[in-house]
């Protein structure tokens, strides 16, 4: 299994990023993809999850209403649109995937990671 996320970068404060994460290896229909970030000295946190079969998702109280998580199946893709940023969302961004829920927030419970992406929000 291999899950390769890019798209990070830098961008001004109240801007926009799409970041992509590519799924590989397996069928992932039975699968709930997320996004976590982990700042600089910061433990890794949760961001967003999707279950890949129903599209349903769940979000941190720190990021709903201003990112949106999304999957293509054709593409085996998950996305993570991220607007309104702040220079708080900086961090280093990684897909994971997990047999489990979607409401599963602790890092403990994926199984699959992918590398990260730098995202930088400046001010």
């Known amino acids: 299994v291999q899950l390769q996320a890019f798209g990070g970068g830098l961008v001004q404060a109240g801007g926009s990023l799409r970041l992509s994460c590519a799924a590989s290896g397996r069928t992932f229909s039975s699968y709930v993809m997320a996004w976590f970030r982990q700042a600089p000295g910061k433990e890794r946190e949760f961001v967003a999850s999707?279950?890949?079969?129903?599209?349903?998702?769940y979000y941190a109280a720190s990021v709903k209403d201003r990112f949106a998580i999304s999957r293509d199946n054709a593409k085996n893709t998950v996305y993570l649109q991220m607007d309104s940023l702040k220079p708080e969302d900086t961090a280093v961004y990684y897909c994971?995937?997990?047999?489990?829920?979607?409401?599963?927030?602790?890092?403990?419970?994926?199984?699959?990671w992918g590398q990260g992406t730098l995202v930088t929000v400046s001010s």
């Open positions: 994971a995937a997990t047999t489990g829920l979607v409401v599963d927030t602790t890092t403990t419970k994926y199984d699959y």
């Open positions: 999707i279950r890949w079969s129903s599209g349903n998702t």
